[in-house]
Nanobody
Framework: QVQLVESGGGLVQAGGSPRLSCAAS????????MGWYRQAPGKQRELVAS???????NYADSAKGRFTISRDNARNTVYLQMNSLKPEDTSIYYC??????????????WGQGTQVTVSS
């Protein structure tokens, strides 16, 4: 079992630059990829950014050029630096960790979510 705890959300003015953090604990040794997803009211959860254990990153088009995902493997923590926030970035942001157990398969763990509200 992997436990994920997010922090860093809140009310931000448009153009602001908050940083989200997600600390993993528990069975961390099998974690491979980590990422951030978001879900706005009435919409499906969508990928914002992901990062592999080797540091390869992937971004949604909406995040490219504004958001940066990073990972501190020693601290078992993943970060999402968000810049130039827009009202449409308002959402609940969820941390994700994908663990690989070999023949047993891969399993996703999720944090409880942190609300980011961008005021115009």
């Amino acid at each position: 079992q992997v436990q994920l705890v997010e922090s860093g959300g809140g009310l931000v003015q448009a153009g602001g630059s908050p940083r989200l953090s997600c600390a993993a604990s528990g069975s961390i040794f099998n974690i491979k990829d980590m990422g951030w997803y978001r879900q706005a009211p009435g919409k499906q959860r969508e990928l914002v950014a992901s990062i592999t254990s080797g540091g390869i990153t992937n971004y949604a088009d909406s995040a490219k050029g504004r958001f940066t995902i990073s990972r501190d493997n020693a601290r078992n923590t993943v970060y999402l630096q968000m810049n130039s926030l827009k009202p449409e970035d308002t959402s609940i942001y969820y941390c994700n960790a994908r663990s690989d157990y070999g023949l047993l398969g891969r399993f996703d763990s999720w944090g409880q979510g942190t609300q980011v509200t961008v005021s115009s």
